[in-house]
């Protein structure tokens, strides 16, 4: 490992943006004994979307060295549901790994802290102004100072920092356009109500113009939302819309009743994309800010752990064979990339193309290996070479191509 003070180094390592994916990133190779600065232009803990788990971030969590049980909500699978046919399926998902359901501002601070913790130099309230990623190092200018780094890490969600630099961002047009959704708290007793909170269970109901998400979390609270994939009727706006979709819902109307919202209406657009410039000289991206899916499927934070943690450890052979300036540093982790990202692309395209739930899984109790199958990608279980839906997806959009 170089002397940074002795080659005019501030950092090993500057990973720009504090949620899971940078948290994670930072902590890794701050435990490969690198210094690291991560830099958040905001402040824990903050709102944010995205509480479901998925089983198979278990092994990233464990590298850090947290308990993502302390306070949340144990996680059984996802039910798949038709209020107007009264068709639902449950795929169980943790069967050989445990997930939960979270709420992102607690859990968020905590893998910040958790990098700190690991001696990691954290910043908040730090937003980047500038970065400059050169053959000689990775500098950055942010609002309170400068650093000169020997490698640059982008973890900064949908700001995208590297791939709107680059003009390097497609959108991917054909699935979820926005996303309206609230909390709601004091979820009274029922059975209905009880059985959510005990499972928990999330609640996936498909409606005409995309799909509702009901997850329960501690406390008996409600996270729900609505993702809409077609065009929004033009009598009313993105609020109106959730509380059109939460009224005609029979199951949330029955959960909701006598329950307080304790949290505004919020709404998120520039939905899905790819970062065609996901490495390169001296940086790398990671997270969101690679790209990002419909989270139809909850793959959002279970991608940030799992390319953060791919990205740190190649930059760590990087750094200690020399070789951080090389712009196809990451070449070879391509493919396990690519396939992670790209099953659940194609798996949410099937589902808002060919009607999956309708076709598909509603029909899954007829096929136990499909059933499996069907389960275990929701469960994140994507590097494996025996998953014939997984299989099937690839191949068809390879058949496209």
């Given at each position: 490992m170089l002397d940074n003070k002795q080659n005019g180094f501030d950092y090993d390592v500057a990973v720009v943006g504090g949620g899971p994916a940078g948290s994670t990133a930072a902590t890794l190779l701050a435990q490969y004994g690198h210094k690291v600065l991560l830099l958040e232009s905001g402040r824990h803990p903050r709102f944010h979307i995205g509480e479901?788990?998925?089983?198979?971030?278990?092994?990233?969590?464990?590298?850090?060295?947290?308990?993502?049980?302390?306070?949340?909500?144990?996680?059984?699978?996802?039910?798949?549901?038709?209020?107007?046919?009264?068709?639902?399926?449950?795929?169980?998902?943790?069967?050989?790994?445990?997930?939960?359901?979270?709420?992102?501002?607690?859990?968020?601070?905590?893998?910040?802290?958790?990098?700190?913790?690991?001696?990691?130099?954290?910043?908040?309230?730090?937003?980047?102004?500038?970065?400059?990623?050169?053959?000689?190092?990775?500098?950055?200018?942010?609002?309170?100072?400068?650093?000169?780094?020997?490698?640059?890490?982008?973890?900064?969600?949908?700001?995208?920092?590297?791939?709107?630099?680059?003009k390097a961002i497609r959108r991917i047009d054909n699935l979820g356009k926005f996303a309206v959704y609230t909390h709601f708290e004091n979820i009274q007793p029922g059975e209905e109500a009880d059985e959510l909170f005990r499972s928990g269970n999330i609640y996936v109901p498909v409606v005409d113009i995309g799909w509702i998400l009901i997850i329960p979390l501690a406390e008996r609270r409600l996270s729900v939302g609505l993702v809409?994939?077609?065009?929004?009727?033009?009598?009313?706006?993105?609020?109106?819309?959730?509380?059109?979709?939460?009224?005609?819902?029979?199951?949330?109307?029955?959960?909701?009743?006598?329950?307080?919202?304790?949290?505004p209406v919020r709404v998120e657009a520039d939905f899905s994309y790819t970062n065609q410039s996901r490495y390169g000289v001296r940086y790398a991206c990671c997270?969101?800010?690679?790209?990002?899916?419909?989270?139809?499927?909850?793959?959002?934070?279970?991608?940030?752990?799992?390319?953060?943690?791919?990205?740190?450890?190649?930059?760590?052979?990087?750094?200690?064979?020399?070789?951080?300036?090389?712009?196809?540093?990451?070449?070879?982790?391509?493919d396990q990339y690519l396939l992670g990202f790209n099953t659940m692309r194609l798996f949410v395209e099937r589902f808002y193309q060919s009607n999956i739930v309708h076709n598909l899984f509603f029909e899954a109790d007829r096929d136990p290996d499909l059933k499996a199958q069907i389960a275990q990608l929701l469960a994140g279980d994507l590097w494996v070479d025996d998953n014939k839906l997984q299989q099937s997806l690839l191949a068809g959009r390879r058949s496209v191509s």
């Open positions: 479901s788990m998925l089983p198979f971030s278990e092994p990233v969590i464990q590298r850090l060295g947290i308990d993502w049980s302390a306070g949340n909500l144990s996680k059984s699978g996802a039910v798949f549901i038709d209020e107007a046919t009264e068709q639902r399926m449950y795929f169980p998902l943790a069967i050989n790994r445990k997930t939960y359901q979270i709420e992102r501002a607690p859990f968020d601070q905590m893998l910040f802290e958790n990098a700190g913790k690991h001696g990691v130099d954290t910043h908040q309230d730090e937003k980047v102004l500038d970065v400059a990623c050169q053959p000689a190092g990775a500098d950055i200018v942010s609002d309170k100072g400068q650093y000169h780094c020997r490698y640059l890490i982008d973890a900064t969600g949908r700001s995208a920092l590297m791939g709107r630099k680059d809409v994939q077609k065009e929004r009727p033009k009598d009313c706006d993105a609020e109106e819309l959730l509380r059109r979709y939460l009224a005609a819902s029979p199951l949330l109307s029955r959960l909701i009743t006598g329950a307080a919202q304790f949290a997270g969101d800010a690679a790209g990002f899916l419909d989270p139809v499927f909850s793959s959002g934070v279970f991608l940030a752990f799992t390319s953060a943690a791919r990205v740190a450890d190649r930059v760590h052979v990087g750094l200690s064979d020399g070789r951080e300036a090389d712009p196809e540093l990451h070449t070879e982790d391509d």
